[in-house]
C-alpha cells in the first residue's frame, strides 16, 4: 500500500470519526439558576477589596464552564468539575489574581460515546493530561468591561490567552449567601495545544462561563 493511499483512508477515518464523534447526538441543558441582578448598581471591585472568593462546588446551580465547537454539527458539552479561586487585593484591584482549575474527565455532552472519545488520545487525551489550568497575571477594567491576561495550560502545553468577562455585581442568592456574579466568553483554537485538524470538527473552540462565587471565609 503506497503513502497516498494510507493518507487517504486515514483522512477518511478521521472524518468518519469526527462525524459520529460531533453528530448531533445528546442535547445537554444548563442546570444553572441564575439570581437577580437586575437592579444592581455596584459593579466593581471596591466592596470586596481584600477578599477570596470561590466557587460553590456542592451547587452545581451557581456556577458553570460549558463549550461550543461549529462543524458538521454543532456540539455543545459541559464541565461538570471545576474549582475557581478570585483573589481581590487590598489595595489595587487591578493586581486581583484569577486562577482555574477544571477535571477534563467530567465533560458532559450527554452523549456517553462522544464523551468517551473527547477523553481519548485523539482530543483531550484525558489519561496523560487530566486537567485544564488558568491563572491570570492581571485584570484591568477598559469602559466598563473587565480584561484579564494570563495563561492557559491545556495538554501539557501553555498558552497566553487575554479575555474580557462582566462583574454582574454583588448580591444574595436564592439562599440568602452573598455572591460575586461573573460572566465570560473567550474562543480558542483546539489544534494550538496539540489535537489533530479533523474536517468534520471545527478548530475554534468557544468556552463559556458563568460563576456565582461565595466568599471565602478565612
Known sequence: MNKQIK???AGAILLVIG???????????SELEKTNVEELKSKDFS???????????ADPTSSEI???????????????????????SEKDPQKAKLKVSIN????????DIRDKELMGSDFFNTE??????????????????????????????????????DHKGIASNNDGNKVAIFEGTFEIDRTNFGMEHVVSV???VAINFYCELIKKEK
Open 128 to 165: 496523560k493530561y487530566p486537567t485544564i489550568e488558568f491563572y491570570s497575571k492581571g485584570i484591568e477594567k477598559i469602559d466598563g468591561k473587565y480584561s484579564t491576561k494570563g495563561v492557559l495550560k491545556m495538554m501539557g502545553k501553555r498558552k497566553g490567552l487575554v479575555f474580557s468577562f
Open 66 to 88: 460549558s463549550f461550543d465547537i461549529e462543524g458538521l454539527k454543532d456540539t455543545k458539552g459541559f464541565f461538570k468539575d471545576f474549582n475557581i479561586v478570585f483573589k481581590v
Open 202 to 204: 471545527g478548530d475554534k
Open 104 to 111: 477534563v474527565n467530567s465533560i458532559d455532552t450527554d452523549n
Open 7 to 9: 493518507v487517504l483512508i
Open 47 to 57: 466592596s470586596i477589596l481584600g477578599t477570596t472568593w470561590i466557587n460553590n462546588s
Open 19 to 29: 462525524i459520529l464523534i460531533f453528530s448531533n447526538w445528546g442535547k445537554p441543558e
